[in-house]
C-alpha cells in the first residue's frame, strides 16, 4: 500500500518560517512529481508549489519569494520552506504526488496526505 505520510505543520507569528515534510511509502515503483497545496476554511483547495522528477518547480504568485519546495528522489520525499509567514497563509496544508504503484507501473495515480494544519498569528 503506498502512503504520504506528513510533518512539520503548527502555530507560528506573522513574519515566522515553518518547514513541512512528506515522505512517500510502500510498493512504489517511481514518482513523478510530487506538491503541496493547501485548503483555507470556507474556501477550496488551491495550489502552492509542485515539483517534478526532474526539478521543474510550479507555484502562484501568493507564496513567490516566500516558499521554496524541494525534493529528495532517494528518500521519496518532498518538502515545502515557509518564509515570511502571513495570516493569510493559515490553512490545512496537504502533500500530494503521482505515483505508479510497483502491482500496476503502467499507470500512474494521485495520492494524498492527511493534512497538516498551519496557523498563522498577526
Known amino acids: 500500500q503506498v502512503q504520504l505520510v506528513e510533518s512539520g505543520g503548527g502555530l507560528v507569528q506573522a513574519g515566522g518560517s515553518l518547514r513541512l515534510s512528506c515522505a512517500a511509502s510502500?510498493?512504489?515503483?517511481?514518482?513523478?512529481?510530487m506538491g503541496w497545496y493547501r485548503q483555507a476554511p470556507g474556501k477550496q483547495r488551491e495550489l502552492v508549489a509542485t515539483i517534478t522528477s526532474r526539478g521543474t518547480t510550479n507555484s502562484p504568485d501568493s507564496v513567490k519569494g516566500r516558499f521554496t519546495i524541494a525534493r529528495d528522489n532517494a528518500k521519496n520525499a518532498v518538502y515545502l520552506q515557509m518564509n515570511s509567514l502571513k495570516p493569510e497563509d493559515t490553512a490545512v496544508y496537504y502533500c500530494?504526488?503521482?505515483?505508479?504503484?510497483?502491482?500496476?507501473?503502467?499507470?500512474?495515480?494521485?495520492?494524498w496526505g492527511q493534512g497538516t494544519q498551519v496557523t498563522v498569528s498577526s
Open positions: 500530494n504526488a503521482y505515483i505508479y504503484d510497483s502491482s500496476n507501473y503502467a499507470r500512474g495515480a494521485d495520492y
Open positions: 510502500g510498493s512504489i515503483f517511481s514518482i513523478r512529481a
